[in-house]
């Protein structure tokens, strides 16, 4: 199973990666993690990427096309991956034809502008495993601490006011028309992402059924 989560930033596609993972075992691969993990390592991506990120810019297409290719060909990702965050423009679910992919479903995350400032701004994301809570509406049992791993709970510097704002701008911009991309090939599913996470996640599962 070769999934495509899409959805503006804040819409849920990483919480709901995380059950459709559970569920079926597929790997969930974020180009958004993988960024965040060379801006720590310093690598020549991380050190190209920061200040992108950090603006709530878009990484260069040739960049996340690289890290993906790289990534897609790891031998977890031979039953089927889930996509979370890739592709988020035409040049990049164009690459990922080129390199002979065939997707089964793209689910789209339907949320609200009005709602994603909440959603962010109490984010939280382990620093350890990624694992990302919200401070109202998905606490961690254990405070600060991740609930799976004791890591230590950060919000991330993209997480706030300013930036957000220019991460819908780039999403409505840029991104949002993937939902017609995939909607052209019969693949595309809507999800209403404004309900509680359970609701959403007992459609995202009937919907791969
Ligand atoms: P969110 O979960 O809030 O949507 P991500 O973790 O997916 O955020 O992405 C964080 C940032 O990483 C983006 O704002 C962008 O700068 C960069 N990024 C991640 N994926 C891509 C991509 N496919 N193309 C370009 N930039 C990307
Ligand atoms: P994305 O991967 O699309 O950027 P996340 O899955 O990281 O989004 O979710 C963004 C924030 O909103 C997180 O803090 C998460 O815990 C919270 N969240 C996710 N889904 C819901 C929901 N249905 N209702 C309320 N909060 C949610
Ligand atoms: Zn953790």
Redesign the pocket.
């Known amino acids: 199973m070769k999934l495509i989560?899409l959805?503006?930033?804040?819409?849920?596609?990483?919480?709901?990666?995380?059950k459709i993972c559970e569920k079926y075992n597929i790997p969930t691969i974020?180009t958004?993690a993988i960024i965040r993990n060379a801006i720590r390592n310093a690598t020549d991506i991380g050190k190209q990427a920061k200040s992108l990120i950090d603006k709530g810019l878009l990484v260069p297409d040739e960049v996340v096309i690289g890290i993906i290719k790289e990534r897609l060909a790891e031998p977890d990702c031979k039953n089927g991956f889930i996509l979370?965050?890739f592709p988020r423009t035409i040049a990049q679910a164009e690459a990922l034809e080129t390199m002979g992919i065939s997707i089964d479903k793209a689910l789209s995350?339907e949320?609200p502008d009005e709602v994603i400032l909440d959603?962010?701004g109490?984010?939280?994301?382990c620093s350890e495993c990624g694992a990302?809570?919200?401070?109202h509406?998905?606490p961690s049992k254990d405070g600060d601490k991740c609930e799976k791993c004791g890591g230590a709970l950060i919000t991330r510097p993209d997480d706030c006011e300013e930036t957000i704002m220019s991460r819908l701008k780039v999403y409505h911009e840029t991104t949002e028309v993937l939902k017609e991309f995939y909607e052209n090939k019969g693949k595309l599913v809507k999800i209403d992402?404004?309900?509680?996470?359970e609701?959403?996640t007992k459609d995202v599962l009937d919907s791969l059924d």
């Open positions: 989560m959805g503006a930033p804040g819409a849920g596609k990483g919480t709901q990666a995380a974020s958004g979370d965050g995350i949320v959603r962010l109490g984010r939280r994301e990302t809570y919200h401070v509406f998905n992402g404004d309900r509680d996470v609701e959403i």
